[in-house]
């Protein structure tokens, strides 16, 4: 009988022992979650220079259509001034396929370098902003951040809704959100103010 009721002791012990030490283990696993794309959005730097490259692109589009209706005319142009089949006109025509040619590689040549551009500020924006969380978390002791979409759900719009049935978090502490903690950090160093600085607790 006094086994048995040692053995109960023991198996007691035990079991109270491994709550202590998963509630402990729970307590150190701090998680915490995040909206990059509303940082993004809320990122001066980033805003300006985003919107400097899709005044760029507009211009070149522009100014591509103008090029090619210049083209169009001096097509026109050549029908009416040459006959066809002559050496004068096969000339002209060939000009003017070399002419269309090269814009045609320039415009894919522009293209290409405003879409490099993009990515390159995106990226770069990207480790910033992720150089800020994780010096936050290291401060904090946070093991863990999340994704997630701070945005309230628009139940007319079916992009919105599955965005969120598709989401990772279901449900979270406001003081677990740092996405506010992030803007001002990242808008502060954007801004060239306490650029070597530190978060505080």
């Known amino acids: ?15 109270v022992t491994a709550l202590i030490n998963l509630s402990s283990t729970s307590a150190q696993q701090k998680v915490a979650i995040v909206d990059i794309p509303l940082i993004f959005k809320s990122h ?26 210049t083209l169009m005319d001096k097509a026109r142009l050549l ?36 879409m490099r551009r993009e990515a390159q ?7 910033t902003v992720t150089g800020v969380i994780e010096q936050y978390c290291e401060l904090n002791q946070i093991r863990l951040v999340l994704k997630f979409d701070r945005g309230e759900i628009d139940s007319t719009n079916p992009r919105s809704v599955m965005q969120k049935v598709n989401g990772n978090v279901i449900y979270y502490l406001p003081q ?20 070597g600085g530190t978060f505080q607790k």
């Open 79 to 114: 029908e009416q001034s040459f006959q066809p089949g002559t050496p004068d006109f096969k000339r002209e025509e060939t000009a003017l396929a070399q002419q269309a040619a090269k814009m045609e590689v320039d415009q894919k040549d522009t293209m290409r370098e405003l």
């Open 121 to 127: 500020l995106h990226y770069q924006t990207y480790l």
């Open 1 to 15: 009988m006094n086994n048995k009721r040692r053995i109960a002791t023991f198996l007691t012990v035990l079991t």
């Open 176 to 195: 677990n959100d740092i996405t506010d903690i992030v803007i001002a950090r990242v808008n502060q160093i954007a801004v060239g103010q306490n650029s």
């Open 44 to 69: 001066v730097n980033f805003e300006q220079q985003l919107n400097g490259l899709k005044i760029e692109a507009e211009k070149f589009k522009e100014a591509s259509m103008a090029a090619q209706k």
